[in-house]
């Protein structure tokens, strides 16, 4: 039953203040459907569902087998660049699909740097053109696939870590082979994993829109901007939005459904130390290679080119540049703090009280990562003037276009990372610690403090630094919430970008890759420390 | 002598005293965002010591913004690349109308809102980019956009999907001139000559057929100063040397011309402000400034074209009511819709 106590008021809080903006988008289905969403439906919906469909198929394969694949290597295995590979599998993460997106045109097109250098060589005309057209689905799911697989790669390789050693060489000693024992007893055990690490894919897939903008795919998000630009309709836009976070919210509902079938069951005290296996020379050479290729597309291609455009223009560093950085890291910490700090206690709040609809309420919040950021940004502007309206009378103008607005569109967009990894960090030890210490007297307070902080601060270490890299690439809500004369790192680039100005962006989103890396140094810190969690 | 100099000086201080007090500064929203731009604003602020302050997005993000913040709105002024953007925002009642008789007496009627709500800052015109090597003189001669669904274009035409405001403004302009039948056929059989599915921007376009991956492209003017301005690197350069421009409907109607323009918001907070910014872009300085950065055209018949623009020759405008640009955008849109314009 739902407990009414302080720990949960925050929880109900939270819950209203981010049902405000996602119930506004989900108002739009009741409010009629106008001719447009009948004309959209009989031309376009259906090709909307099967190209994203078909992204989402796409991106998910190539995450899956290069996250997952990578990340049984190196868990099982001794072979060159191996210690590289454990934290460089991760460096994509600092790239955001639409800069990846940026940079494949630059060097692929007819006239990019790769066409360039092989007319060049060869001194051919203009005419030859050597690399196959990428602003397409392919495209796109190379795009996705390899900016995203980092996190199917992340949650499997601390899971693989997890697996004793000793069922591994129960398998192999009842005469199973390696690839076997890999399909029968370790991809089972690490498939909550995995599908938690595919829901936040598809979740970043279905809800970006820099990239499919920029390879002219239509998909839901491409058409929702169409449909509130284009045809000047708001109110349709929210509905194909509505069904958008619908489709995320049966996916989620399943992703959760399965994880909560299966329990870890593995003390780190019943482990025996897994054994790395060391392959010869040839097959070493062959998972090196693998381990490579994702990498090499999803980061060194990608920051090579960045700094070729770098190198091409004269960049100085301008007063305009520093306050667009510090204005990204000022925003982007501060949601990361009051979003871990909510997902805490309202995690606390739904396992202290054992209530079953607290932890749905939970789930149902991490929602607002799938929400495109310029509708939530609707959603929050209508909110926030409301409320000025109606409270703020007398006043000048207060909330609305303020800082407020942005760092609540980055919480609620990012609160499934915080949520995820408190949640699945409270996962991994068991309610009768709590129980003893209740039963020894301590409040409940103390219980968060002294038992369940400790214990979490690796997750919200993490959480917290996921949060800020996930801001820095945040770009539709920020341009619409961001106050006066407020330049991010991502504006800045999007600007040039848009303009296909690339030398110009080029400095942004150099910077926005950087900042993305700061927080992979800490993330390969948690997967080696993972054991002793 | 000397008192005189004192009370010009007091007086000269108390203006600017209150000039700081009343009016230190105007607020911008803007869909444009040319690094151009920001060196006008410093100009202005240089020139007033009014500060500019932007919010910078689409038109229609900006459109939500301000009916969100309805009269506690702190903008001043809207500016934005598309006429279609414009009368939108004049048909929903978000500017009023500019009483600067300087601005009136400048601009022409028909860079006008119909009650003066806004004013063209600047001229683009959509027209066709063609390779001289494989478009030969008779083909392009007297080309007009109606041509354009014909087939001996076919699969030889570039031109960006059908998101894009440049193109939705495009066929409404058709729409506004030909009917939605008619554009809708034309449409149908144009889409059918495109060399390749729509992707890229307009500079992208004029880049596909310097490296004869199409034929003709269909861009903005100004896309072709910024290429040979060499802003966009040794490559662009080169491939904006192989392309020419023909200007489309020379015998009939004219080309196609959108605007970049700007207009007061309901509830300016500072509209003196706004008004002395609206005339300052309307400045030969500021227009000069424009010209030779967006390569945009002038507003004003005594500033000329950038040279780089101004080598591909003069041509007569299309003088469809820009309004229409805005009334028949979502025709435009299901239009294209229908026909499968991506």
Same mark, same amino acid.
């Given at each position: 039953?739902?407990?009414?106590?302080?720990?949960?008021?925050?929880?109900?809080?939270?819950?209203?203040?981010?049902?405000?903006?996602?119930?506004?988008?989900?108002?739009?289905?009741?409010?009629?459907?106008?001719?447009?969403?009948?004309?959209?439906?009989?031309?376009?919906?259906?090709?909307?569902?099967?190209?994203?469909?078909?992204?989402?198929?796409?991106?998910?394969?190539?995450?899956?087998?290069?996250?997952?694949?990578?990340?049984?290597?190196?868990?099982?295995?001794?072979?060159?660049?191996?210690?590289?590979?454990?934290?460089?599998?991760?460096?994509?993460?600092?790239?955001?699909?639409?800069?990846?997106?940026?940079?494949?045109?630059?060097?692929?097109?007819?006239?990019?740097?790769?066409?360039?250098?092989?007319?060049?060589?060869?001194?051919?005309?203009?005419?030859?053109?050597?690399?196959?057209?990428?602003?397409?689905?392919?495209?796109?799911?190379?795009?996705?696939?390899?900016?995203?697989?980092?996190?199917?790669?992340?949650?499997?390789?601390?899971?693989?870590?997890?697996?004793?050693?000793?069922?591994?060489?129960?398998?192999?000693?009842?005469?199973?082979?390696?690839?076997?024992?890999?399909?029968?007893?370790? &991809?089972?055990?690490?498939?909550? %994993?995995? /599908?938690? !690490?595919?829901? +936040?894919?598809?979740?970043?897939?279905? $809800?970006?829109?820099?990239?499919?903008?920029?390879?002219?795919?239509?998909?839901?998000?491409?058409?929702?901007?169409?449909?509130?630009?284009?045809?000047?309709?708001?109110?349709?836009?929210?509905?194909?939005?509505?069904?958008?976070?619908?489709?995320?919210?049966?996916?989620?509902?399943?992703?959760?459904?399965?994880?909560?079938?299966?329990?870890?069951?593995?003390?780190?005290?019943?482990?025996?130390?897994?054994?790395?296996?060391?392959?010869?020379?040839?097959?070493?050479?062959?998972?090196?290679?693998?381990?490579?290729?994702?990498?090499?597309?999803?980061?060194?291609?990608?920051?090579?080119?960045?700094?070729?455009?770098?190198?091409?223009?004269?960049?100085?560093?301008?007063?305009?540049?520093?306050?667009?950085?510090?204005?990204? &890291?000022?925003?982007?910490?501060? %949601?990361? /703090?009051? !979003?871990?700090? +909510?997902?805490?206690?309202?995690?606390? $709040?739904?396992?202290?009280?054992?209530?079953?609809?607290?932890?749905?309420?939970?789930?149902?919040?991490?929602?607002?990562?799938?929400?495109?950021?310029?509708?939530?940004?609707?959603?929050?502007?209508?909110?926030?003037?409301?409320?000025?309206?109606?409270?703020?009378?007398?006043?000048?103008?207060?909330?609305?276009?303020?800082?407020?607005?942005?760092?609540?569109?980055?919480?609620?967009?990012?609160?499934?990372?915080?949520?995820?990894?408190?949640?699945?960090?409270?996962?991994?030890?068991?309610?009768?610690?709590?129980?003893?210490?209740?039963?020894?007297?301590?409040?409940?307070?103390?219980?968060?403090?002294?038992?369940?902080?400790?214990?979490?601060?690796?997750?919200?270490?993490?959480?917290?630094?996921?949060?800020?890299?996930?801001?820095?690439?945040?770009?539709? %809500?920020?341009?619409?919430?961001?106050?006066?004369?407020?330049?991010?790192?991502?504006?800045?680039?999007?600007?040039?970008?848009?303009?296909?100005?690339?030398?110009?962006?080029?400095?942004?989103?150099?910077?926005?890759?950087?900042?993305?890396?700061?927080?992979?140094?800490?993330?390969?810190?948690?997967?080696?420390?993972?054991?002793?969690? | 002598?000397?008192?005189?100099?004192?009370?010009?000086?007091?007086?000269?201080?108390?203006?600017?005293?209150?000039?700081?007090?009343?009016?230190?500064?105007?607020?911008?929203?803007?869909?444009?965002?040319?690094?151009?731009?920001?060196?006008?604003?410093?100009?202005?602020?240089?020139?007033?010591?009014?500060?500019?302050?932007?919010?910078?997005?689409?038109?229609?993000?900006?459109?939500?913004?301000?009916?969100?913040?309805?009269?506690?709105?702190?903008?001043?002024?809207?500016?934005?690349?598309?006429?279609?953007?414009?009368?939108?925002?004049?048909?929903?009642?978000?500017?009023?109308?500019?009483?600067?008789?300087?601005?009136?007496?400048?601009?022409?009627?028909?860079?006008?809102?119909?009650?003066?709500?806004?004013?063209?800052?600047?001229?683009?015109?959509?027209?066709?980019?063609?390779?001289?090597?494989?478009?030969?003189?008779?083909?392009?001669?007297?080309?007009?956009?109606?041509?354009?669904?014909?087939?001996?274009?076919?699969?030889?035409?570039?031109?960006?999907?059908?998101?894009?405001?440049?193109?939705?403004?495009?066929?409404?302009?058709?729409?506004?001139?030909?009917?939605?039948?008619?554009?809708?056929?034309?449409?149908?059989?144009?889409?059918?000559?495109?060399?390749?599915?729509?992707?890229?921007?307009?500079?992208?376009?004029?880049?596909?057929?310097?490296?004869?991956?199409?034929?003709?492209?269909?861009?903005?003017?100004?896309?072709?100063?910024?290429?040979?301005?060499?802003?966009?690197?040794?490559?662009?350069?080169?491939?904006?040397?192989?392309?020419?421009?023909?200007?489309?409907?020379?015998?009939?109607?004219?080309?196609?011309?959108?605007?970049?323009?700007?207009?007061?918001?309901?509830?300016?907070?500072?509209?003196?402000?706004?008004?002395?910014?609206?005339?300052?872009?309307?400045?030969?300085?500021?227009?000069?400034?424009?010209?030779?950065?967006?390569?945009?055209?002038?507003?004003?018949?005594?500033?000329?074209?950038?040279?780089?623009?101004?080598?591909?020759?003069?041509?007569?405008?299309?003088?469809?009511?820009?309004?229409?640009?805005?009334?028949?955008?979502?025709?435009?849109?299901?239009?294209?819709?229908?026909?499968?314009?991506?």
């Amino acid at each position: 039953m739902f407990n009414l106590n302080s720990w949960s008021i925050v929880l109900i809080a939270t819950f209203i203040i981010f049902l405000v903006p996602i119930g506004f988008i989900f108002s739009s289905l009741f409010s009629g459907f106008s001719e447009n969403f009948y004309h959209i439906y009989e031309y376009v919906l259906i090709e909307y569902s099967i190209n994203s469909f078909i992204l989402l198929l796409g991106t998910i394969s190539i995450a899956v087998f290069f996250g997952v694949g990578t990340a049984y290597l190196v868990s099982n295995y001794k072979f060159f660049g191996k210690d590289f590979f454990e934290w460089g599998l991760l460096l994509p993460l600092a790239v955001p699909p639409y800069i990846l997106a940026y940079v494949f045109t630059g060097i692929f097109d007819s006239y990019g740097s790769a066409n360039n250098i092989i007319r060049d060589v060869f001194g051919l005309p203009n005419e030859y053109i050597f690399f196959p057209n990428l602003r397409n689905l392919t495209g796109a799911i190379i795009v996705f696939g390899f900016t995203l697989y980092p996190y199917v790669y992340l949650v499997s390789r601390v899971a693989f870590k997890n697996i004793s050693g000793s069922l591994n060489d129960a398998a192999r000693v009842l005469g199973q082979t390696r690839l076997n024992a890999f399909f029968k007893v370790q &991809l089972p055990l690490i498939r909550p %994993a995995i /599908f938690a !690490g595919i829901a +936040l894919v598809a979740m970043e897939t279905l $809800s970006d829109f820099g990239a499919v903008e920029h390879f002219a795919i239509p998909t839901f998000t491409t058409g929702i901007f169409r449909t509130w630009y284009g045809l000047y309709d708001l109110d349709t836009a929210m509905q194909l939005a509505s069904i958008l976070l619908l489709l995320i919210f049966i996916f989620i509902y399943f992703e959760r459904a399965s994880r909560s079938k299966i329990r870890y069951s593995n003390k780190s005290d019943a482990m025996s130390p897994k054994k790395e296996h060391i392959l010869d020379f040839s097959k070493g050479i062959v998972c090196s290679i693998f381990c490579l290729v994702p990498v090499m597309i999803g980061f060194f291609l990608p920051v090579a080119e960045l700094f070729n455009w770098l190198f091409q223009q004269n960049f100085e560093i301008d007063s305009k540049y520093l306050v667009s950085v510090s204005n990204t &890291l000022m925003v982007s910490f501060a %949601a990361a /703090f009051i !979003g871990c700090f +909510l997902a805490l206690i309202t995690n606390f $709040s739904a396992r202290i009280n054992k209530s079953k609809t607290q932890s749905n309420i939970n789930v149902f919040l991490s929602l607002g990562y799938g929400i495109p950021g310029l509708i939530l940004a609707v959603g929050i502007t209508k909110f926030f003037t409301t409320v000025d309206d109606v409270l703020l009378v007398d006043f000048e103008l207060f909330i609305t276009g303020s800082m407020f607005g942005l760092i609540m569109a980055y919480i609620i967009k990012s609160y499934a990372l915080p949520n995820n990894l408190i949640s699945s960090g409270y996962n991994k030890f068991s309610v009768a610690m709590d129980e003893s210490a209740e039963i020894l007297g301590a409040p409940k307070r103390k219980i968060l403090q002294k038992i369940h902080a400790p214990l979490l601060r690796p997750s919200i270490f993490a959480a917290s630094l996921l949060v800020v890299s996930e801001i820095v690439k945040e770009l539709p %809500a920020t341009l619409v919430l961001r106050p006066f004369n407020f330049d991010t790192l991502a504006v800045s680039a999007y600007i040039f970008a848009s303009e296909e100005r690339m030398f110009e962006a080029a400095p942004s989103a150099l910077s926005i890759v950087l900042i993305g890396l700061i927080p992979i140094f800490f993330l390969n810190k948690l997967i080696r420390e993972s054991k002793e969690l | 002598m000397k008192n005189l100099d004192k009370r010009f000086l007091l007086s000269l201080m108390s203006l600017l005293l209150a000039n700081f007090i009343l009016s230190s500064e105007v607020n911008i929203y803007t869909s444009r965002h040319y690094d151009a731009d920001d060196e006008l604003y410093e100009k202005f602020t240089k020139n007033t010591g009014i500060k500019v302050n932007i919010i910078s997005g689409s038109g229609s993000a900006l459109m939500e913004r301000l009916k969100a913040e309805g009269k506690n709105s702190p903008g001043d002024v809207f500016f934005t690349v598309d006429a279609g953007n414009l009368s939108r925002f004049q048909k929903e009642g978000f500017l009023q109308a500019i009483s600067s008789q300087k601005i009136k007496s400048i601009v022409p009627k028909e860079l006008r809102g119909p009650n003066d709500e806004w004013v063209a800052i600047a001229k683009r015109a959509r027209v066709v980019f063609y390779n001289p090597d494989k478009v030969s003189p008779e083909e392009i001669k007297n080309i007009t956009y109606e041509d354009l669904a014909s087939d001996k274009w076919r699969k030889r035409i570039a031109i960006r999907s059908s998101s894009n405001m440049y193109n939705q403004s495009l066929v409404a302009s058709l729409i506004s001139n030909n009917g939605i039948e008619e554009t809708e056929a034309w449409a149908k059989r144009f889409v059918r000559n495109f060399a390749r599915s729509p992707q890229g921007n307009d500079r992208a376009q004029i880049l596909a057929v310097a490296n004869g991956l199409a034929d003709i492209a269909i861009a903005n003017s100004y896309y072709i100063g910024v290429m040979l301005s060499g802003r966009g690197g040794q490559e662009q350069y080169e491939a904006a040397q192989r392309v020419r421009v023909a200007f489309p409907n020379q015998l009939n109607r004219g080309t196609h011309v959108n605007i970049s323009g700007g207009g007061i918001l309901k509830y300016a907070p500072n509209k003196s402000n706004a008004e002395r910014f609206l005339e300052f872009l309307l400045s030969e300085e500021a227009q000069k400034h424009i010209v030779n950065n967006t390569f945009e055209y002038s507003v004003l018949n005594n500033v000329e074209p950038n040279s780089a623009i101004a080598q591909f020759g003069s041509f007569i405008s299309d003088q469809t009511s820009v309004a229409d640009f805005g009334k028949f955008n979502p025709d435009a849109v299901r239009l294209m819709d229908r026909v499968g314009w991506r």
